[in-house]
């Protein structure tokens, strides 16, 4: 076995083998596993193949020579089908593992007829039985003689395998690397041609040892580099798609961290929300728990937003809620919590301290921190707050409940005007009950026209004849009978309920005053109070217009009356809404006048005709000298600005000749009398007073 030859086929076993065992390693990886696994079936059979050559070849005798080449025939034998199910396993077609099976049982019949004749299946007789000197001098044992009809099914069979392999090849070559089908064609071609060789030397035309062996070695490799490639590529895949997940799953942490901050953070403010609110709270309610203290909290609500989004826009009411959350935070820093529940309410948390005083102080600071003007694009605001605190332990025992008493003290807050402050006390849950009933009452109120007017003059100063009859709303309660407009007026205006009950009373008056016209009363005129909503929000113009039309009346049979503090709210844009007004011919006045910090330069500038002195200052002015000089300084005022000026709260003879020796041009009050019904009204103008 030390011939050239030998050394060649003993070189091809070991290559065979090791082709075995990486196509046993590849499988592992690779998406073929069941072809791998078969190949390396097929390269073992392919070794043994060539052992039983070298075998044959070198045998000493012909008997051993006829006995090594049982051993090359069955071994070939075994090659066919196992070829053929590597060709189905790549296919991956039912009818191809079926013809493999075949092939199988066909094998099985020429593995006996290769054991029971004599020479084998392939030869009936032999023709060369010695060894014979191949081309290159080398001497060895080449059998050859008759086939017999089992080796021409043999080799019927291995031309199937070919043609099926070629066909599989043109049609997996789109899905194939170029290179790699190249060499599988190639080593397709010499294992034909090796085969075909081996034929001839069978034939006794050639004197050739069998080559096939060498030339599946060469598509062993060829198969293996392309089983390495498309496993390297998966591997590839594999390692790119591990990257992609990683990188996913990192963007989706990312994305969560943001939906988490977003679900507890308010994105106008970038302050906690009332989610992240209630989580700090709570933490904070426990170290105060836990540490003895107390915990405040602290709701506030800024007043009337809706009217700076309806006059300046959601742009400018966005702006004021980012100053005012600035505000609070710059003031609170991180020894508080800070934090927006929704459109205009923020909430503060207090900790650390130990009495009510200190919570106290703190609220104090807060809200005076707040105060102050805000500036936002084109004007400058005069914002109030309403507010309400409760105290952990007086007023609660968890965060959930110290933040529902500090609302229900807001509730409070709110109902009693803008800019109130109220602090938590049980009796409020009954309050509230009573409140939800009543607004709820409060919108089927005007469907039901349970409202009506009740009229109180204002009397010349020098002739005391009546030249105005102010109209002042009432609800008729079905069960609280009558109801005043400072209980049922804020619950109007947080509802929104205020614009329609406006328009109604302009309405009901001018048609009160248009009865007085026809009844007589023609040098008289009628006045309504008007709201803030309905000043900056509503279409106040339009229905002033359709009133007055409706009625048959004038402008100057109509006097508009606006609180001082509704004017500071915001100022320009008042300026602009009362333009308007007077254009219609409508009198203007200022309500509450000296209660609302207005400036004298501002005052100038309002297109007003009159203003009323708060009936704070005539109270006393018969027994304080400092509200006598408020009620001079006013007269003065209002002469100096050409306007007329109104005392209201008058409720005696002293005070009205005080008033009028000032120089008072209109009064109002008890002394002349009470708000009276329509029809009282009607028989005070004819038969209790002069008309002018």
Not at 13 to 25: E, Y
Request: proline share 3%.
């Amino acid at each position: 076995m030390d011939t050239p030859i030998a050394s060649l086929y003993l070189i091809s076993v070991g290559a065979l083998a090791m082709c075995a065992f990486q196509a046993a390693l590849l499988a592992r990886s690779s998406s073929y596993v069941r072809a791998c696994w078969t190949f390396a079936v097929i390269c073992l059979t392919f070794a043994l193949f060539q052992l039983s050559n070298v075998r044959q070849l070198a045998a000493p005798d012909l008997a051993v020579a006829v006995t090594a080449h049982k051993w090359v025939n069955f071994f070939s034998l075994l090659l066919i089908p196992q070829i053929w199910y590597l060709l189905a396993s790549l296919d991956a077609r039912k009818w191809s593992f079926r013809l493999a099976y075949a092939v199988g049982c066909v094998t099985a019949w020429l593995l006996f007829e290769n054991f029971v004749a004599p020479y084998g299946y392939r030869f009936s007789v032999l023709t060369v039985d010695v060894p014979g000197e191949l081309w290159w001098g080398e001497r060895a044992f080449l059998l050859a003689g008759e086939t017999t009809p089992a080796y021409a099914i043999n080799r019927l069979l291995s031309l199937g395998a070919a043609v099926y392999a070629a066909i599989f090849c043109i049609r997996a070559r789109s899905e194939r690397v170029r290179f790699s089908n190249r060499l599988v064609w190639l080593s397709v071609v010499l294992i034909i041609v090796t085969t075909a060789l081996g034929g001839a030397t069978d034939a006794g035309m050639l004197q050739l040892p069998f080559l096939s062996g060498f030339g599946f070695l060469f598509l062993a490799a060829s198969y293996l580099l392309l089983v390495r490639r498309e496993a390297t590529q998966r591997l590839t895949d594999k390692i790119r798609i591990s990257a992609a997940l990683e990188r996913e799953m990192e963007s989706h942490k990312r994305a969560s961290l943001r939906f988490e901050h977003a679900l507890s953070n308010d994105a106008l403010t970038r302050l906690p929300n009332r989610v992240g609110a209630l989580d700090l709270l709570h933490r904070m309610f426990v170290k105060s728990e836990s540490n003895l203290t107390r915990m405040g909290v602290l709701l506030l609500d800024l007043d009337r937003l809706a009217i700076i989004n309806g006059t300046r826009g959601y742009e400018a009411g966005n702006q004021l809620l980012v100053e005012v959350a600035q505000r609070l935070r710059d003031h609170c820093g991180k020894r508080m919590l800070v934090a927006r529940l929704g459109s205009a309410r923020f909430v503060v948390g207090i900790a650390g301290h130990k009495t009510w005083a200190g919570i106290e102080s703190e609220v104090e600071g807060i809200l005076s921190a707040a105060k102050a003007p805000f500036s936002i694009p084109g004007t400058v605001l005069n914002m109030t707050f309403s507010a309400g605190v409760a105290v952990y332990p007086d007023h609660a025992s968890s965060a959930e409940d110290l933040l529902a008493s500090a609302g229900l003290a807001l509730h409070q807050a709110r109902d009693a005007g803008p800019g109130n402050l109220r602090v938590f006390h049980p009796s409020l849950q009954q309050s509230l009950n009573e409140r939800i009933g009543l607004e709820t009452e409060l919108k089927e109120a005007l469907e039901k026209e349970q409202f009506v007017l009740h009229y109180q003059p204002q009397v010349c100063a020098a002739t005391e004849r009546v030249v105005c009859m102010e109209a002042l709303i009432r609800w008729h309660h079905p069960t609280l009978g009558l109801v005043m407009p400072d209980k049922f007026i804020p619950l109007a205006e947080a509802t929104g309920a205020i614009a329609a009950i406006g328009s109604w009373v302009i309405d009901a008056a001018c048609r009160q005053m248009s009865n007085w016209r026809e009844n007589g009363f023609t040098d008289l005129r009628v006045a309504v109070n008007l709201s803030a909503q309905q000043l900056l929000v509503s279409d106040l113009g339009e229905a002033v217009q359709s009133a007055l039309q409706r009625a048959g009346l004038q402008g100057g049979d109509l006097e508009l009356e606006i609180t001082e503090s509704v004017l500071m709210q915001d100022p320009q844009r008042s300026i602009e809404r009362l333009e308007a007004l007077r254009a219609l011919g409508v009198r203007l006045s200022i309500d509450d006048f000296g209660t609302g910090y207005s400036s004298l330069g501002y005052l100038k500038l309002l297109p007003v005709h009159a203003f009323k002195l708060d009936r704070s200052f005539v109270r006393d002015i018969g027994r304080s000298a400092k509200d006598l000089e408020i009620c001079a300084t006013a007269v003065g005022l209002a002469r100096n600005l050409g306007l007329e000026l109104v005392a209201e709260g008058v409720e005696d003879a002293m005070q009205a000749a005080q008033l009028r020796k000032l120089g008072c041009h209109l009064l109002q009050g008890y002394y002349f009398a009470r708000p009276l019904a329509a029809y009282a009204a009607t028989d005070f103008l004819a038969n209790g007073r002069k008309v002018a």
